[in-house]
């Protein structure tokens, strides 16, 4: 059973930037893309990017684009996301998922496995 884990989330200002990592452990099989979400409290889990495996397209919200930038290690089978410019909205417990079939990136029901998540906190 693979699980997925992140790191790098924080406390940190506005305008600065941060990298989260999302990692996994065990089996993962052949994924075909990992994705990035956000849940603020009271809201609903919002997609933020996905990367696939094979082509390394990319795909992000538009909330996000331009300011955050999602990559895959294939040595490590590591995905980051890279969050510049982070502004007080951006406040939210982000999770990486993984998913083994294409279809609507954005749709987080279409993911199989997904981490704990890790709180990214920004001050205004």
């Known amino acids: 059973q693979v699980q997925l884990a992140e790191s790098g989330g924080g406390l940190v200002q506005a305008g600065d930037s941060l990298r989260l990592s999302c990692a996994p452990s065990g089996r993962a099989g052949a994924t075909y893309a990992t994705g990035w979400f956000r849940q603020a409290p009271g809201k609903a889990r919002q997609f933020v990017a996905a990367v696939t495996w094979t082509g390394g397209q990319t795909s992000y919200s538009d909330s996000v684009n331009r300011r955050f930038t999602i990559s895959r290690d294939k040595a490590t089978n590591t995905v980051y996301l890279q969050m510049n410019s982070l502004k007080p909205e951006d406040t939210a417990v982000y999770y990486c998922?993984?998913?083994?079939?294409?279809?609507?990136?954005?749709?987080?029901?279409?993911?199989?496995?997904w981490g704990q998540g890790t709180q990214v906190t920004v001050s205004s």
């Open positions: 998922a993984g998913r083994w079939n294409a279809g609507r990136l954005y749709d987080a029901l279409e993911y199989n496995y």
